[in-house]
């Protein structure tokens, strides 16, 4: 037992770590027939922060609202720290919540808002609990005013504190940080990660942001159409998407069509819509004249001022500097768009407005897939 827990009481003395472990298993939900979730699995262990991810209407909000029981799924198991909950009502999981508009009562001052979860407890002893936790999320000057009177970062700790009051064993935030402006969001996900170091609470963040969803979580879920897509650390999922849609949904990528004109054991060659022919190292995978795209990050477009071995012709139509990258957008001859990346420092030269440029692939990073 840690007697300087942040969320110590003296009724309740908390464990060290709050977290427990999240299983979800073969979830499915419909909602007037049309699947919203259709058979999701996932795990995610004590202390764990995992992002769920996926363009709009995917299913990540009916998924968050199943786990904190505010939604009973058709079928399918969800389970905290080993128990079965599907059946516990919302109010007796323990689970702590926060959303995008905050949802903070206008009328209470941030000490009552922050205390509004906290039951069983003397008025001294919640006062203390109400310090403790404004100290946690930096807010102790703070504690009488009302939340129209702070800024949006302040109103969203205010919230986050607010949802620990109650020391849940799972911490559900559904696009918490999206209303705050591009500074304040990456300073709040910098805090909330040293909150949650802190705590050690098991936490599912829930976003369309998938740089959001890098910054935060250890894991990402990444959602399509109800379904789990894929999960894996964001650089497992960066390094090797599974598929097509993952490529594209994490991280940036240009599609090339093509068509798989030649395969051998150690060997195979793409003919690309523009004619070109490109020489991969190794087996494609595919059956000769298959269909086929190539999936190319930015970073491994690599740019010549002249033809080199195997390199294909494009048109730069922009290049601007980006900090220590240069990004360009570049057109193939079929039309095609192209991002590329190119490492910049100061004494770089600009480059020219538009001009026409040459390129290669670094092939061993360059994924295939069938044509969609
Ligand atoms: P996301 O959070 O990824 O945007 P949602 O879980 O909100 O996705 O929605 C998944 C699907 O379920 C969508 O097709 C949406 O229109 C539908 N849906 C969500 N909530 C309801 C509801 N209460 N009633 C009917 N359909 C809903």
């Given at each position: 037992?840690?007697?300087?827990?942040?969320?110590?009481?003296?009724?309740?003395?908390?464990?060290?770590?709050?977290?427990?472990?999240?299983?979800?298993?073969?979830?499915?939900?419909?909602?007037?027939?049309?699947?919203?979730?259709?058979?999701?699995?996932?795990?995610?262990?004590?202390?764990?922060?995992?992002?769920?991810?996926?363009?709009?209407?995917?299913?990540?909000?009916?998924?968050?609202?199943?786990?904190?029981?505010?939604v009973v799924p058709s079928a399918g198991k969800i389970r905290l720290g080993g128990r079965d909950v599907t059946g516990v009502p919302a109010r007796d999981r323990r689970i702590g919540m926060?959303?995008?508009?905050?949802?903070?009562?206008?009328?209470?001052?941030?000490?009552?808002?922050?205390?509004?979860?906290?039951?069983?407890?003397?008025?001294?002893?919640?006062?203390?609990?109400?310090?403790?936790?404004?100290?946690?999320?930096?807010?102790?000057?703070?504690?009488?005013?009302?939340?129209?009177?702070?800024?949006?970062?302040?109103?969203?700790?205010?919230?986050?504190?607010?949802?620990?009051?109650?020391?849940?064993?799972?911490?559900?935030?559904?696009?918490?940080?999206?209303?705050?402006?591009?500074?304040?969001?990456?300073?709040?996900?910098?805090?909330?990660?040293?909150?949650?170091?802190?705590?050690?609470?098991?936490?599912?963040?829930?976003?369309?942001?998938?740089?959001?969803?890098?910054?935060?979580?250890?894991?990402?879920?990444?959602?399509?159409?109800?379904?789990?897509?894929?999960?894996?650390?964001?650089?497992?999922?960066?390094?090797?998407?599974?598929?097509?849609?993952?490529?594209?949904?994490?991280?940036?990528?240009?599609?090339?069509?093509?068509?798989?004109?030649?395969?051998?054991?150690?060997?195979?060659?793409?003919?690309?819509?523009?004619?070109?022919?490109?020489?991969?190292?190794?087996?494609?995978?595919?059956?000769?004249?298959?269909?086929?795209?190539?999936?190319?990050?930015?970073?491994?477009?690599?740019?010549?001022?002249?033809?080199?071995?195997?390199?294909?012709?494009?048109?730069?139509?922009?290049?601007?500097?980006?900090?220590?990258?240069?990004?360009?957008?570049?057109?193939?001859?079929?039309?095609?768009?192209?991002?590329?990346?190119?490492?910049?420092?100061?004494?770089?030269?600009?480059?020219?407005?538009?001009?026409?440029?040459?390129?290669?692939?670094?092939?061993?990073?360059?994924?295939?897939?069938?044509?969609?």
């Amino acid at each position: 037992m840690d007697a300087t827990h942040p969320l110590n009481n003296t009724v309740n003395p908390a464990p060290a770590k709050l977290g427990e472990a999240l299983s979800v298993s073969g979830v499915i939900h419909a909602y007037a027939g049309a699947p919203a979730v259709d058979d999701v699995s996932f795990e995610v262990p004590a202390g764990g922060v995992a992002a769920i991810l996926g363009p709009s209407g995917c299913g990540k909000s009916t998924m968050l609202r199943i786990i904190s029981g505010l939604v009973v799924p058709s079928a399918g198991k969800i389970r905290l720290g080993g128990r079965d909950v599907t059946g516990v009502p919302a109010r007796d999981r323990r689970i702590g919540m926060v959303f995008q508009n905050y949802a903070l009562f206008p009328h209470m001052t941030v000490r009552e808002n922050v205390g509004y979860g906290l039951s069983g407890l003397s008025r001294a002893e919640k006062r203390e609990a109400v310090d403790k936790l404004l100290a946690l999320v930096q807010l102790e000057k703070f504690a009488d005013r009302l939340p129209r009177q702070m800024s949006g970062g302040q109103q969203q700790r205010v919230a986050v504190a607010r949802a620990l009051a109650p020391r849940p064993t799972l911490l559900l935030l559904d696009e918490p940080f999206a209303a705050l402006d591009r500074a304040l969001r990456a300073d709040m996900q910098f805090e909330f990660l040293r909150l949650q170091r802190e705590l050690g609470i098991t936490t599912i963040l829930v976003t369309h942001d998938q740089e959001e969803a890098q910054a935060v979580a250890d894991s990402l879920i990444v959602m399509n159409v109800g379904k789990v897509e894929q999960m894996g650390s964001p650089s497992e999922l960066y390094d090797r998407p599974k598929t097509l849609f993952v490529n594209n949904f994490v991280g940036q990528a240009s599609v090339l069509s093509a068509q798989v004109v030649a395969e051998s054991d150690s060997a195979s060659t793409l003919r690309l819509a523009t004619g070109n022919d490109i020489h991969l190292p190794r087996r494609s995978g595919f059956m000769r004249g298959a269909n086929v795209v190539l999936v190319v990050r930015p970073e491994h477009v690599v740019l010549h001022a002249s033809p080199v071995a195997g390199s294909l012709p494009a048109r730069r139509m922009m290049a601007v500097p980006q900090g220590p990258l240069r990004l360009h957008d570049l057109v193939l001859a079929d039309g095609t768009l192209l991002k590329a990346t190119e490492r910049r420092a100061p004494g770089t030269p600009e480059a020219p407005a538009a001009d026409d440029v040459h390129i290669t692939f670094a092939l061993d990073h360059c994924r295939l897939y069938p044509a969609p």
